[in-house]
């Protein structure tokens, strides 16, 4: 249900987009109009969320660690799974950022019959991890490739990123290697989500919705560089157009382009409102990016209210006079 | 906001990093190749033949893998003539049909013996579309390109 439902949404997505790459009088407003306001959402959304992030305090250290804390000089400290430097804890966070470090911890738990009654078992469970490591960096190197679009010349960097990419030389226009690992990835990651019962039962409509969204994007990338092609100086023109503000729209495009800047700019703007905010969010876990210092250092709740102190002294001020008559012993005369 | 110098600091990094193609082409012109179909060449055609081997579409969409099937035809197959959709017959030589058209007349000139090739150089060929996209062909690798031309 929940998967019929986002499929169903993305292929009205595509409908309206099908609608639009047809329609010459709408493409100035698929072309130009749709991708600016994606980009002011997406840009717009993402500083939203991020600084609503930073507003919420983090009342404890909460640091979590899967190695040797710091303690007495014969016992090694495991210095990136449990750091007390800022160099550690920048360590930590690359490594979580770049490679997934949690993910690769990722374990299964199986539950079998054994001979003398139900046995519980755990094992290392790396598929995920791999998965979504290539899933990840083919989505960021595709992303980086399409920059020939936008700028003008093309640095050499981007240029050797594409050879790279194409190495294999098989066909032509050549198979991009990191096109077939994301079709390859986002399929993955779907199937996973369908055929794992437990993963099935707690998938949400927010959780097949992008996963459709992307392969939509993908796909109508691989159509219109293999099967309905685009005329990409065109297609250049108007991405130079956008990225100096001077929009132009070169007739004769093609109408795939049309359909495929219509989901990404979907994607863009539906960015800030899902799940996908992991990309920003996971420079904030405050699990990850603490320094493990909860003991060395004292570490005050920052949302400690200020206590109104009335010291001995201030009393017997305010009081002196009448504690004097009373008889009562004063501190100073 | 708690440790807001440094995620106001990142959001700025971040912003920065997706702004660069704004950036990058701040203040210039937004020229893309322009290829002419009113060359002197082109226009002392008969009106019939001044379209391609195929239709501009089909050419601009498909010509590698025609170039890819002529070169098969010329090279394995020993074949001079390609019949096109309309049935038409055009002989198979980048040198003789297709830099015939595009190219300018300094170029022509500029042959000699046939070895390196002006068509990867001219403005009007090769080059100016494929580095405006960064496409880089593997005909470079054994015909040499632009460079040796510009020699």
Known sequence: MKVLFSLLAVIVLILVAIMGAYTTSLHYTFGIIIPYLALTLFVGGFIYRVVKWGRSPVPFRIPTTIGQQKSLPWIKQNKIENPTSTLGVIVRMALEILFFRSLFRNTKTELSQGPKGPILAYGSAKWLWLGSLFFHWSFLIILIRHLRYFLDPIPFSIQILESIDGILQIGLPAVYLTDAFFLIAVTYLFLRRIFIPQLKYISLAADFFPLFLIMSIASTGVLMRYFYKVDLVAVKQLAIGLATFQPVLPSGIGAMFFVHIFLVSSLFAYFPLSKLMHMGGIFMSPTRNMISNNRMVRHINPWNQEVKYHTYEQYEDEYRDKMKKAGIPVEKE | ?151
Request: contains cysteine.
């Open chain 2, 1 to 151: 906001m708690y440790k807001g110098g440094k995620i106001i600091a990142s959001l700025i990094i971040f912003v920065g990093l997706l702004t660069i193609p704004f950036f990058y082409n701040m203040g210039k012109v937004n020229a893309g190749p322009e290829i002419n179909l009113d060359t002197p060449a082109i226009l002392a055609l008969a009106p019939a033949d001044q379209q391609c081997v195929e239709s501009p579409e089909v050419m601009k969409a498909n010509h590698m893998q025609l170039l890819n099937q002529w070169r098969e035809a010329a090279v394995r197959d020993g074949q001079s003539v390609y019949i096109n959709s309309q049935g038409k017959s055009f002989e198979i030589s980048l040198q003789n049909t297709c830099l015939n058209c595009h190219s300018t007349e300094a170029e022509k000139a500029s042959v000699t013996g046939g070895m390196s090739n002006p068509a990867f150089g001219s403005t009007q060929f090769c080059a100016s579309c494929h580095d405006y996209n960064a496409v880089q062909p593997l005909c470079y690798t054994c015909h040499i390109g632009s460079k040796e031309a510009a020699k």
